[in-house]
């Protein structure tokens, strides 16, 4: 007998790049689906002053400030704008050596034409967020500002 020769079948073959470009897509939202999400804008910044030291996430720059007490002296300050979400975390805050102890150092919060508030800054105290009401850091009943923050509006 006599081998027959088949026909090859026909190869179809794609002709436009939809079906890849809809298979590209899937594993790219399979993938993003799992991947980490994004690293948090900004950078950290480490405020320190005489025995206080305060980490700062999100921050976008630091500026420099120039205050007077009405005295002929003036000091500058920083002022750090942070994005959305920035924490403010104390590593380091000494005390007064009264009895018991009391703190130094004082994050002021809005309103400030009221006398404003004021939440007291210790070694071990929750991280602080950063938002609008959060105004700066004193040093003590003196009212001298050591930093302010600015926090960006979400669309900047």
Known sequence: MRSVKRPRRPVHRYKSLLFPGIALLAVFGFWSAFAAPEQPAGETALFEYGG????????????????????????????????PGA??????????????????????????????????????????????????ITDGDAGVWLARFEVLERNN
């Open 52 to 83: 206080l030291k305060i980490e700062i996430t999100n921050v976008r720059e630091v500026e420099q400030d120039i205050c007077n007490d009405g005295g002929p002296e003036f000091w500058e300050y920083p002022v750090y704008t942070v994005y």
């Open 87 to 136: 924490v403010a975390t104390v590593r380091d805050a000494d005390m007064l050596e009264d009895s018991p102890p009391s703190p130094r150092w004082f994050f002021h919060l809005e309103p400030l034409e009221t006398g404003g508030r004021r939440l007291d800054v210790t070694d071990g105290m929750e991280p602080v967020e950063l938002t609008p009401e959060v105004v700066g």
